[in-house]
């Protein structure tokens, strides 16, 4: 079945680490997203991508990086220059274009605990 | 800048009863508007979306939505609730940015329904 998967599931990590968290499509979409998810704050966005080999900052994309290489990937690292990235990490796609009027699809989440 | 503001950060309802979870919108150019629905420990599920036309949308589980320009709002309802509606709700605006189309997204709303 085509659709976003994440991993891993659950991470937990010593500050001062830096983390890499795994999101692979298979729905041939264009547009990938990161978003982090904190109790009451919504979904706030890290970094988006329209195509390979380009990738623009969101709103929070402080003590974040990403890399698109291929279509199907779009890996976010969470950087010891974090300062709180204890949180649920949601990736998407959606078909984008520059006449994408699209819903996101989301993977099941990436819970990341800093000790 | 765009935003989204849900007015209600928790509505408590009874099974059978109705509801409404409100959403408004604040935007300097034009907008996709989207309802998404999660359960625990989830991803983010589409509910709805209004692109143009009929200012009243209809979509999956009996939840319906109406555009109001003047009133820069895109509130959501359903008739008679379920058990099975408990869910987090989030209110989104699609919007072209700098390097593609962003969504931003609303701090949520939990609806909690009590048999």
């Known amino acids: 079945d085509g659709g976003i998967t994440q991993s891993p599931k659950y991470l937990f990590r010593k500050e001062g680490q830096n983390v890499t968290l795994s999101c692979e499509q298979n729905?041939?979409?264009?547009?990938m997203y990161w978003y982090r998810q904190d109790p009451g704050q919504g979904l706030r966005l890290i970094y988006y991508s329209q195509i390979v080999n380009d990738f623009q900052k969101g709103d929070i994309a402080e003590g974040y990086s990403v890399s698109r290489e291929k279509k199907e990937s779009f890996p976010l690292t969470v950087t010891s220059a974090q300062k709180n990235p204890t949180a649920f990490y949601l990736c998407a796609s959606s078909t984008g274009t520059t006449t994408n009027t699209g819903e996101l699809f989301f993977g099941e989440g990436s819970r990341l605990t800093v000790l | 800048a765009q935003s989204v503001t849900q007015l209600d950060s928790q509505v408590p309802v009874f099974e059978e009863a109705p509801v409404e979870l409100r959403c408004n919108y604040s935007s300097s150019v034009s907008v996709y508007l989207f309802w998404y629905v999660q359960y625990p420990n989830q991803g983010l599920q589409l509910l709805l979306k209004?692109?143009?036309?009929?200012?009243l949308v209809k979509g999956i589980n009996g939840f319906e939505a109406e555009f109001n320009k003047s009133q820069t709002s895109f509130h959501l309802r359903k008739p008679s609730v379920h058990i099975s509606d408990t869910a987090e709700y989030f209110c989104?605006?699609?919007?072209?940015?700098?390097?593609?189309?962003?969504?931003?997204f609303g701090a949520g709303t939990r609806l909690f329904v009590k048999a």
């Open positions: 209004y692109l143009s036309g009929s200012t």
């Open positions: 729905l041939n979409h264009d547009a």
């Open positions: 989104a605006v699609r919007f072209a940015g700098t390097g593609g189309f962003k969504t931003i």
